[in-house]
């Protein structure tokens, strides 16, 4: 790790580094310490601090004063998670002379204060003496609010997966016990209820891996010709045929549209997950409204590049302090049920297929969503 021009600049003054195959005196420019994100800790040759960064501070709750000039193990005094000191049984100064670097791990100050530390040796040649050991520190909070949203989205799927699974032994367990006693028509509702409550736990767990391979950016498109117009149509009958009134949704299409190349699958989900927020949240009519737009990928300035689809409804909406969350995980609104991860998805589905989705209030005063695809064409096509 270089740090300056052969030395370490900034407010706290500066102290000459050796040159060597590490420091590149005369092509990297000064860096101030105090504007590294990270906490920078350096000890010389001798195993005394010479830089103490403001992140290091920061992190540590320690003063620059304090462990300036002092022994790194005495400034820095760390363990491990097992009690062990991490300078005596890492022996910077007098350990393996091939070794150049300590990857990170965790590391706790006195008070148990936990940290992300690793380290660099420096020599002045490959097996030669160290002359410098730099530290960086990391805060442990962003992997711990990671920690807490997997801990969360697991007991959040697991709560959700119980209800099916217990309905679903249940009317099983008495079936089979007491199949005779049971006419036609009361072991028919049951099935049906098991069927249900089978498709739910199947939802449950194709969410997981849709959150799974959008975290890890895995999330495979399979484009192919999509009629955008005819797709709305049929979530649109599905829920009359449920029995919604027909007079419940307004389609409105603006032709002609561009051809539409995505996953078909994929675009259902999002619609379903739209029209079911507006029917299961919202007030009055559903309104979809489909039309050309540009396209949202940067540089292309043609007005008929891409599909918009906007879903209004005539609710009371979503407040505004909550607009900036509704794309997070586990975002509920004011009416609780489901797992809160659909728009989470939508979002994700949208962004793979390169396009965006906005949330707003519609002229009626609810809720409005709007997502635009380009008319992409797939690869052995372009």
């Known amino acids: 790790m270089s ?34 994100p990270d906490g920078l800790v350096v000890a010389d040759e001798h195993g005394r601090v010479i830089c103490f960064n403001a992140a290091a501070e920061r992190i540590t709750a320690l003063r620059a004063e304090d462990a300036l000039g002092r022994r790194l193990e005495k400034a820095l005094p760390l363990e491990d998670l097992e009690g062990r000191r991490w300078w005596q049984l890492t022996d910077p100064y007098g350990g393996l002379a091939t070794r150049v670097r300590q990857p990170e791990r965790n590391l706790l100050l006195p008070g148990g204060r936990e940290v992300l530390v690793s380290a660099r040796y420096l020599r002045a040649e490959p ?12 805060d442990t909070e962003a992997r711990r609010r990671t920690e807490r949203s997997h801990a969360e989205l697991i007991a959040t799927v697991a709560h959700e ?44 767990i194709a969410e997981l891996l849709d959150i799974s391979r959008i975290d890890s950016g895995r999330l495979e498109v399979r484009r192919q010709p999509v009629d955008i117009g005819a797709a709305v149509g049929r979530h649109i ?3 009359v045929a449920a029995g919604q009134p027909a007079d419940k949704f307004l389609l409105r299409l603006e032709l002609p549209l561009p051809a539409l190349w995505a996953d078909p699958d994929k675009i259902d989900q999002v619609l379903s997950n739209l029209l079911e927020n507006a029917v299961r949240h919202g007030e009055g009519t559903v309104t979809i409204d489909v039309t050309p737009s540009a396209s949202p990928r940067e540089g292309e300035t043609d007005a008929h590049a891409a599909t918009s689809v906007t879903v209004s409804d005539e609710g009371a909406g979503i407040p505004e302090e909550s607009m900036n969350r509704v794309f997070t995980r586990f975002w509920r609104g004011s009416k609780r049920g489901g797992t809160g991860l659909g728009l989470y998805i939508v ?29 992409s064409l797939p690869a052995y096509l372009v």
């Open 3 to 36: 740090v300056g021009t052969g030395s370490v600049p900034g407010a706290r003054g500066e102290r000459p580094l050796p040159a060597g195959p590490d420091m590149t005196a005369a092509t990297t420019p000064d860096i101030d310490p105090d504007d590294l």
């Open 127 to 138: 097996t030669g003496a160290v002359r410098r050991v730099v530290v960086s520190l990391r």
């Open 161 to 204: 997966l119980r209800s099916p699974l217990t309905s679903v032994k249940g009317f099983t367990a008495t079936l089979l016990a007491k199949w005779e006693r049971f006419t036609d028509d009361q072991k028919r509702l049951m099935l049906e209820t098991v069927d249900a409550d089978a498709d739910r736990v199947t939802r449950l």
């Open 237 to 239: 009958q599905a829920y």
């Open 347 to 375: 979002k994700g589905i949208v962004e793979a297929h390169g396009g965006t989705i906005t949330v707003g209030r519609a002229p009626e005063g609810g809720a409005q969503f709007r997502f635009t695809l380009p008319a």
